[in-house]
Every structure is written in structure tokens, then in C-alpha cells.
């Protein structure tokens, strides 16, 4: 994901006078202001963590990273485990549970449910606003009883996905999994209320070829990108093959065999 553009304008607020020396913490690490006049989204510290907010009359309600309840918990428990895709696609099976480098992490949505299945995770997530809903995430998941030792296979950094992977040190991932931005402009796209805040905010991912090639640079055994089920491949090598599914598809570049 690209960086902020400068023409969002963005600040911190706290839901209440307790929270306001955190709300002043999270503006001083991120270099936001704590007001703007006509302000397009707010960094909101509260009760429930960190939440950001589009304003405006006809702004989706808030995003924030909750692996304790709602999506995150019925996938845990309801989700389908190692039947499901994308757990195919990164290759676990019976006795085989890779390291896994989420190099486009988001909301950290794909790496939980990787987590939950016993994979040890490293996210990188290069939007700052969005890096941080992650960092809140995690540990407010970590205080959670069921939830605390998922998260404790997550482990989150910090930077530019292509530098993180191109200056990598230690013992590399077996797995490397890609879910860039993609610039279609369908109005399904905009269904989502995480998918019409991110828009405005870090754009698409022209540099996907180039995140491609150096995730294909340092996995080990493979890379999995995931894509809308009808667009192209990223430019540059061509998958060996894909797993389909209803709206989306995955894109599977091996190197070697995963064993347990």
C-alpha cells in the first residue's frame, strides 16, 4: 500500500477526557495534529481501542482491528479450519504448518485466520494509520483468554513491504502471502466500508510487480497472491496454478515442496 496522500486531511480525538493523554500519544508517533478544520477522517481513542472514522454525511461507520469478537471470532470458530482456501493455498496440511510473511497485512484479517491454524506470522503493513488499528488489535487480543495465543504467533513489523522483504535478516519465510490493492473500479468494490475508507486513504499498488518479485526473492518453499477471481496476474512470472473460489482467487508461484 502507498503511502498517505497529503491531501487527507487527518487528526486524533479521544472519545472522552480519560482517553485523552493516549489520544496525545498516538498523534505524537504518528505525526498527526489533534484538530483540523474540515478534517476527511479521525483516529479515535476510546473504550473500545483505536477506531478510524471517515466524516462526512455519508461516511461508512468506523474501522477498527477486533480479533476478540464479531468477524474475526465466527471465522476462528465457525470459519471451516484447514478446509478452508486459503489455508490450501499457503500449503498447510496434515503435519505441515508454515511460516507465513503477510506482506500486505491490512486489517490483519487473513493472517488471524492463518494464526488460528497454528502458523507462526510476521505482518508488515506500510500504511501508518492503518499499522496502528493493527498494533491496537493485537493487543487488545492479546488480553483476551481464547484469543492470546493466536496473536502471540503474529508478529508485527514495521516499514515498506518491498525494503522489509529486499533487506530481510535471519531465517526467511517459508510462505509469502500478497493481497494487493487492486484498481478496479467495480461498484462491488465499494460495498465494503473498510474498502471505501481505504481508497481515498493508500490508493491501489502500482509497485505490485515489484512487491512479486522480491516476496518470490526471499520465500523459501512459495508465494500466494490473492486477486478478485477475474483479474490478471500481477506482471512478471506466471503462476504454476490458482485456487478459484466465488469472488476471489489465489495465485500460487511454488519453489519447493512444503514437508512436515
Known sequence: MIEQPAACRIHVEASAPAFQPQ?????ERLGLPMHVDDGEFALQVGEQGLQLQQLGPDAPGPVRVDFVEG??????????????MIAKAVGIAQGVRPR?????AGLGKDAFVLASLGCEMSLIERQPLIGALLEDGLARGAEDFDV?????????????????????????????????????????????????????????????????????????????????????????????????????????????????
Open 100 to 104: 507465513v510473511l503477510d506482506a500486505t
Open 71 to 84: 468477524g474475526a471470532a465466527h471465522r476462528r470458530l465457525f470459519g471451516g479450519g484447514t478446509g478452508q
Open 23 to 27: 489520544a496525545e500519544q498516538w498523534a
Open 148 to 260: 492470546a495465543p493466536i496473536v502471540a504467533r503474529m508478529r508485527l513489523l514495521k516499514g515498506n513491504s518491498i525494503e522489509v522483504m529486499r533487506n530481510w535478516e535471519g531465517e526467511p519465510p517459508q510462505v509469502i502471502y500478497l493481497d494487493p490493492m487492486f484498481p478496479h473500479r467495480e461498484k462491488t468494490a465499494l460495498v465494503k466500508k473498510e474498502m471505501r475508507l481505504f481508497r481515498p486513504l493508500v490508493g491501489d499498488d502500482p509497485d505490485a510487480p515489484a512487491l512479486l518479485e522480491a516476496a518470490l526473492a526471499l520465500a523459501s518453499h512459495r508465494v500466494v497472491v490473492k486477486r478478485p477471481r477475474k483479474a490478471p496476474c500481477i506482471a512478471g512470472p506466471k503462476p504454476s496454478h490458482a485456487l478459484d473460489g466465488k469472488s476471489s482467487r489465489y495465485d500460487i508461484y511454488p519453489k519447493k515442496a512444503l514437508k512436515p
